[in-house]
């Protein structure tokens, strides 16, 4: 599926690891990624479990959004061959008119990483990465983590309201700021204390 997105992934899971175990003042522990690094940090935890830990920030299609909800940038748009040839496969382009038929989709790659940490950061405005996409993929891959006995979003749970932080210190968490396609300075903040949480 994302070939492209894979290889950087893991790429940084084995000689980025390695390099960094050598050096005293960086952590191999733990992956953050935003867009299409989210995507590629998502993928590397998933590939190499020596990451304990993986911050996926607005990472959408491809990423941890549904492709199955076939919003905002679906997989129409994002596997284009004259947009983002080298992020994909080919033949993911193929999948672009029969989503429903794919055999598998996001929230089986974000259940893949339990019982790991895993939070999915999304914004309220960045309807192209589809927020709600990524949030209905932590609720579906929630079963997962707590047949681990971690925590995760209830089958039930409602998307919460930008700023809510009630799912951020799950396991598999889930937050969503105000705003658009960004990283701010305030979710380092959250960020760092969710590492400071699990590791």
């Given at each position: 599926m994302?070939?492209?997105?894979?290889?950087?992934?893991?790429?940084?899971?084995?000689?980025?690891?390695?390099?960094v175990k050598?050096?005293?003042?960086?952590?191999?522990?733990?992956?953050?990624g935003?867009?299409?690094?989210?995507?590629t940090?998502?993928w590397?935890?998933?590939?190499?479990?020596?990451?304990?830990m993986?911050?996926?920030?607005?990472?959408?299609?491809g990423?941890?959004?549904?492709?199955r909800?076939?919003?905002g940038?679906?997989?129409?748009?994002?596997?284009?061959?004259?947009?983002?040839?080298?992020?994909?496969?080919?033949?993911?382009?193929g999948?672009?008119?029969k989503?429903?038929?794919?055999?598998?989709?996001?929230?089986?790659?974000?259940?893949?990483?339990?019982?790991?940490?895993?939070?999915?950061?999304?914004?309220?405005?960045?309807?192209?990465?589809?927020?709600?996409?990524?949030?209905?993929?932590?609720?579906?891959?929630?079963?997962?983590?707590?047949?681990f006995?971690?925590t995760?979003?209830?089958?039930?749970?409602?998307?919460?309201?930008?700023?809510?932080k009630?799912?951020?210190?799950?396991?598999?968490g889930?937050?969503?700021?105000?705003g658009?396609?960004?990283?701010?300075?305030e979710?380092?903040?959250?960020?760092?204390?969710?590492?400071?949480?699990y590791?």
């Amino acid at each position: 599926m994302t070939r492209s997105s894979t290889i950087p992934g893991c790429a940084s899971g084995r000689s980025g690891t390695a390099r960094v175990k050598r050096s005293k003042r960086i952590s191999p522990r733990r992956s953050v990624g935003a867009s299409r690094l989210g995507k590629t940090v998502l993928w590397a935890g998933i590939h190499d479990p020596r990451f304990k830990m993986v911050i996926a920030s607005i990472s959408g299609e491809g990423g941890a959004a549904l492709a199955r909800r076939n919003y905002g940038e679906a997989i129409r748009h994002i596997s284009d061959p004259s947009r983002y040839l080298y992020q994909f496969a080919p033949n993911y382009h193929g999948w672009a008119d029969k989503v429903d038929a794919m055999p598998i989709d996001a929230h089986m790659l974000v259940a893949l990483m339990a019982p790991r940490p895993l939070l999915l950061q999304a914004r309220s405005t960045d309807y192209w990465s589809d927020p709600k996409g990524e949030f209905l993929s932590a609720v579906a891959a929630s079963p997962v983590y707590r047949l681990f006995g971690e925590t995760a979003p209830a089958p039930n749970a409602a998307i919460p309201a930008a700023g809510d932080k009630s799912l951020l210190m799950n396991h598999l968490g889930y937050y969503m700021h105000e705003g658009g396609h960004t990283v701010l300075p305030e979710d380092w903040k959250l960020f760092i204390g969710y590492m400071q949480k699990y590791l």
